[in-house]
């Protein structure tokens, strides 16, 4: 489990973050790179589920979010997969890096079930203000003292809050907590499904939009 602290400033375009940010989508709010990690670390609607590009799908779960920030959960792997629960319903995101800047995904919608069981990490996900104070008090730790994770606990116990709440006084967002998964494609017979189904989406995108790197594994 990981979670991030975001700094107030100008955001990247959406389509440049390779990792899928949701935060991404949120105006005048930059990550700072800097990530802590504290100790305590289904079936689809019909036979084709609607694959969407995964702007609109990241679009679609901060408007959400927004609207009802509680009972969320995130879990991620390094294969590029995502997978974002909420209380109503359940994303499967899965990316592909073509180069530092830009990235290839795909998402859909899925009926979580009892799924959220399986990468929640005993906290809500989602987006909490840091006091100012405290924010720059942690952001000077090159490493998690007992003090900081103390404090990180403390955050993390709030309630998190629609993005539009954070106002200007807050000194940065906690963000998170992000549960790190070895292979989601592992979780489930319908997550493996899934995967496949947007393994090939990627995959056609990426030779639309670079043939010859992608006639070179063929």
């Not at 499967?92 to 009892?114: C, H, L």
């Not at 399986?118 to 720059?136: A, C, N, T």
């Not at 008090?137 to 309630?159: A, C, P, Y």
């Amino acid at each position: 489990m990981y979670i991030k602290f975001y700094l107030k400033g100008n955001t990247n375009d959406p389509s440049q973050n390779p990792r899928c940010d949701p935060l991404a989508f949120k105006p005048n709010v930059k990550m700072m790179q800097k990530c802590y990690y504290p100790d305590s670390a289904i079936p689809c609607w019909g036979n084709m589920p609607e694959m969407l590009a995964a702007e609109e799908i990241l679009r679609e779960i901060i408007e959400k979010y927004n609207k009802k920030p509680i009972g969320w959960h995130m879990a991620s792997d390094l294969r590029g997969n995502a997978i974002v629960i909420g209380p109503d319903i359940g994303y499967r995101i899965k990316t592909m890096m073509i180069s530092p800047s830009e990235n290839i995904g795909f998402g859909t919608r899925f009926e979580p079930g009892n799924l959220g069981a399986s990468i929640g990490s005993g906290y809500h996900f989602g987006f909490r203000p840091v006091p100012p104070e405290l924010f720059e008090k942690i952001s000077k730790e090159n490493f998690v003292t007992e003090g900081v994770q103390r404090i990180i606990g403390k955050i993390l116990e709030s309630d998190p809050v629609p993005l539009e709440r954070i106002d200007s006084e807050a000194g940065g967002i906690l963000g998170g907590p992000f549960l790190q998964h070895p292979d989601l494609r592992g979780i489930s017979k319908a997550q493996q499904e899934l995967d496949e189904k947007l393994r090939i989406e990627v995959e056609k995108e990426f030779i639309r939009r670079c043939p010859m790197r992608a006639s070179i594994y063929r």
